[in-house]
């Protein structure tokens, strides 16, 4: 393994530009739209392979790719970039170094003084979910093009429509206008992949078109750090540069991912690859057909997920579920009375076993539906209705005063320098040998609760520490403030 960052995620394949990890950014085409000719609407490519296949009587895929690859495209992306742009990837400095602003100053410019524009092509796939000409392929191949061609497995091209996209799935929906019925495949059910199951990748890897990998599920449930609502396939098939969008198939033909990022030090293939799940997919391009757009529900809380030691603070039998660090005013968690410090461990019956579980299950919900959430407070669990609403495009959060005046005040019980700011009790300074360094404690955070108790002056945090110490508490919980967020951390208490 190199000593380079692995990457992930399909950069744009700009011309003069050097490529970083994987496919590609892309464009929106806008043309002249005629109606869709009437025609009779056939069955999907895979419907007639549905049975199991036994491993031991498949010594090939080629039926299979010979039926589901029609269905499968390449998509041509036009933008427009600046010439001699001094974000792009490949210079040598970070964004914000003096050298950032020299070169940009010596970029070209046109008569108006602007910087000047030319075109460049990007490539991904994608893969047909209808007779009609809707394709499915990646936010990120297409988010930032002016045209979009749809090249099909006979070389023909047509032009694409953005129907619409979901930046936090990372998905998009594109419209062709069919003279034909087109072959389509569908999406099958990705709950029921095992970790060993065999898949194909099929796609357009370097602009070569038509390439089809195999390999197995090597995991799921995945985390990259794409965004909330990560739940990622590990496949081992390569994926490459300009793979992002198309299909993974199982053997039987059904669509089970939508290939989107792989993990690599050289922008190549190593064997790590990234699938969003089929069920996450079929919910959300559902939505882009029927709206243009994601419609998501809304609890109003920003969660944290439960460790051991927060387990432990808060007299749960393990860690589990999501801890409530901030409820936004006036949202759906505050009307129905959810607190900073309680802990959703179970939604309309299910239990939640993290984070993401709750994150996923709340975004599904339908808005304007009551939802019957179970919360672990003071020790029990407390039964509640909350009304979900729509997941707001902005949310306003308040930011902490990180520059109050220092006091005399203080403990070092706990690692922590504490003053009396304007704000409330703020962390002056933290023992880098201590436990609340190795948790992310920093001077500047604000400690607004400790053992779910209001903190108002330094005071409070040494009497918080006494009082746990009499109830035989093995560690004190924490509501640290930090600019525009908030969290807990749990700290063991010091015996001596």
Request: hydrophobic share 40%; aromatic share 6%; charged share 25%.
């Amino acid at each position: 393994m190199t000593n380079s960052a692995p990457q992930r995620g399909f950069p744009r394949r700009k011309t003069m530009r050097a490529a970083a990890a994987l496919a590609t950014a892309g464009a929106i085409g806008f043309g002249a739209w005629a109606a869709v000719p009437a025609y009779a609407d056939p069955a999907p490519l895979n419907a007639p392979t549905q049975q199991r296949t036994e491993l031991s009587t498949l010594p090939s895929f080629a039926d299979l790719v010979e039926k589901v690859s029609p269905a499968v495209v390449s998509i041509k992306v036009v933008e427009e970039e600046t010439v001699g742009d001094a974000s792009a990837p490949d210079l040598p400095f970070p964004p914000g170094s003096p050298f950032e602003k020299f070169f940009k100053q010596l970029q070209p410019k046109g008569p108006d003084g602007k910087p000047l524009k030319r075109k460049a092509m990007a490539q991904g796939s994608g893969f047909f979910i209808s007779a009609d000409g809707y394709v499915v392929t990646n936010n990120h191949v297409v988010q930032n093009g002016k045209e979009i061609t749809v090249v099909l497995s006979d070389s023909t091209e047509l032009k694409a429509k953005l129907v619409g996209r979901d930046q936090k799935t990372d998905l998009a929906l594109l419209k062709v206008k069919a003279a034909k019925a087109m072959p389509y495949v569908a999406f099958g059910d990705s709950d029921k992949l095992r970790v060993g199951d065999w898949v194909l990748a099929v796609g357009n890897p370097f602009g070569l078109g038509g390439t089809v990998t195999s390999g197995i599920v090597s995991a799921r449930g995945r985390e990259i750090g794409a965004g909330p609502y990560d739940d990622f396939l590990q496949i081992d098939a390569s994926i490459n540069r300009g793979n992002s969008g198309g299909p993974t198939f199982d053997i039987h033909g059904n669509v089970v991912g939508v290939n989107t990022a792989i993990y690599s030090p050289t922008g190549g293939s190593v064997g790590i690859g990234f699938a969003i799940p089929s069920n996450i997919a079929n919910r959300v391009i559902d939505q882009l057909r029927e709206h243009g757009k994601v419609t998501r529900g809304w609890l109003g809380v920003s969660i944290q997920p439960v460790d051991p030691d927060l387990a432990a603070s808060l007299s749960l039998d393990k860690p589990k579920g999501a801890l409530v660090a901030e409820v936004t005013k006036d949202s759906p968690a505050a009307k129905a009375g959810i607190q900073p410090g309680d802990v959703i461990v179970k939604l309309n019956g299910k239990n939640m076993d993290d984070v993401r579980d709750v994150s996923r299950s709340v975004a599904d919900l339908r808005p304007g539906t009551n939802a019957a959430v179970v919360l672990w407070r003071d020790g029990k669990e407390k039964p509640i209705d909350v009304a979900i609403a729509v997941f707001p495009e902005k949310l306003e959060t308040a930011s902490a005063d990180d520059n109050a005046p220092p006091a005399d005040t203080a403990t070092q019980s706990l690692g922590l320098a504490l003053s009396q700011g304007d704000d409330g009790v703020v962390v002056q300074s933290v023992d880098p040998n201590s436990e609340a360094a190795e948790k992310g404690i920093q001077a500047g955070d604000v400690i607004v609760k400790i053992s779910g108790k209001e903190v108002k002056t330094p005071a409070d945090v040494v009497e918080g520490v006494k009082q746990a110490k009499k109830a035989d508490k093995q560690s004190v919980l924490l509501l640290l403030r930090s600019q525009d967020q908030q969290r807990f951390v749990a700290l063991t208490i010091d015996k001596a």
